[in-house]
């Protein structure tokens, strides 16, 4: 079992080690275009973390779902809106516009307002990822959401065919000084898988020297 737990923590190791790869690489890669990318998604390709550029009007003023968060020690909410796409397998992507403190949520102007000049939305195609078991049950109906929905969200904010990803801001960014505040990269990903594996390997090498003085101090049976 010792063993078996060192294995599964170098499977990890290589899997974390793609993925910190793969947020180098997207700090400098060109944008590709949004459908091509959504494309590839139909076609179960991975594009986590690719970067993608298309147009969406009236983002900063499109109505947005409030999916509870935290940044640092401060709790408030990524705001989720949706971005109709005009080729391609999916009709909508949901764009995750950024956070937004709870101290500010009041100042957050309501949907429908005057929208700012028209600018191309870039940022990063996100897997939905798997919820914490400790996350809430979302709670639509009062717009109080703790786990990404695809499906769900589009409903909820009375769009269709939404994509299996979504869209993390990356620019343009808001002008107003307390949000929506994009983040698409992780501050910081811990890697510590080598030294659970090792740990593992230490712990089933220690049990072994164990068994082993157990079985010569006994000595052989009569």
């Not at 983002?59 to 940044?71: E, G, N, T, V």
């Not at 709870?102 to 897997?127: F, I």
């Not at 909820?156 to 343009?172: H, R």
Request: net charge positive.
């Amino acid at each position: 079992m010792l063993i078996g737990l060192g294995m599964w923590q170098v499977r990890r190791l290589a899997w974390k080690q793609d993925l910190l790869a793969r947020v180098a690489a997207s700090e400098t890669a060109p944008a590709s275009g949004l459908p091509a990318a959504l494309g590839a998604v139909a076609r179960g390709q991975d594009v986590d973390y690719m970067r993608v550029v298309t147009d969406c009007p009236g983002l900063d003023q499109a109505p947005y779902l409030k999916l509870y968060a935290l940044q640092g020690a401060v709790a408030g909410f990524r705001a989720i809106s949706a971005c109709a796409v005009t080729e391609g397998p999916y009709r909508t992507i949901l764009v995750d516009r950024g956070f937004v403190a709870d101290t500010d949520a009041s100042r957050m102007p309501a949907p429908g307002g005057a929208a700012g000049e028209h600018r191309a939305v870039v940022g990063l195609l996100r897997a939905p990822g798997q919820a914490s078991f400790v996350a809430p049950d979302n709670r639509a109906g009062e717009n109080a959401w703790f786990r990404r929905d695809p499906q769900a969200m589009a409903a909820a904010l009375g769009v269709q065919d939404p994509a299996p990803v979504f869209l993390m801001l990356e620019s343009p960014r808001s002008e107003a000084s307390f949000g929506p505040t994009p983040a698409p990269l992780p501050r910081e990903i811990s890697n510590r898988h080598l030294g659970y594996a090792i740990t593992w390997f230490g712990l089933a090498a220690a049990l072994a020297g164990v068994i082993l003085t157990m079985v010569l101090r006994k000595g052989p049976q009569p």
